[in-house]
């Protein structure tokens, strides 16, 4: 499930995302993982922020 603001709407070169997912999994390895292994269920909320340059060009995390 994902969400993005409102200033996508309003063509704004700033746009921002929040994810909400159960578990996120790295490189076959879950996040929430104790230190004997047992896996802890747990929500994951992970967002981001992304710039438009307008030329074709765009950066985001």
């Given at each position: 499930m994902s969400f993005?603001?409102?200033?996508?709407?309003a063509q704004?070169?700033?746009s921002d995302n929040?994810?909400?997912?159960?578990?996120y999994?790295?490189?076959?390895l879950a996040q929430?993982?104790?230190?004997?292994?047992n896996y802890e269920e747990e929500v994951t909320i992970s967002g981001g922020l992304n710039y438009?340059?307008?030329?074709e060009?765009?950066?985001g995390g």
């Open positions: 993005t603001s409102l200033a996508e709407e704004l070169p700033i929040i994810t909400i997912a159960n578990d999994i790295w490189r076959e929430h993982v104790d230190s004997a292994n438009d340059f307008n030329n060009f765009a950066l």
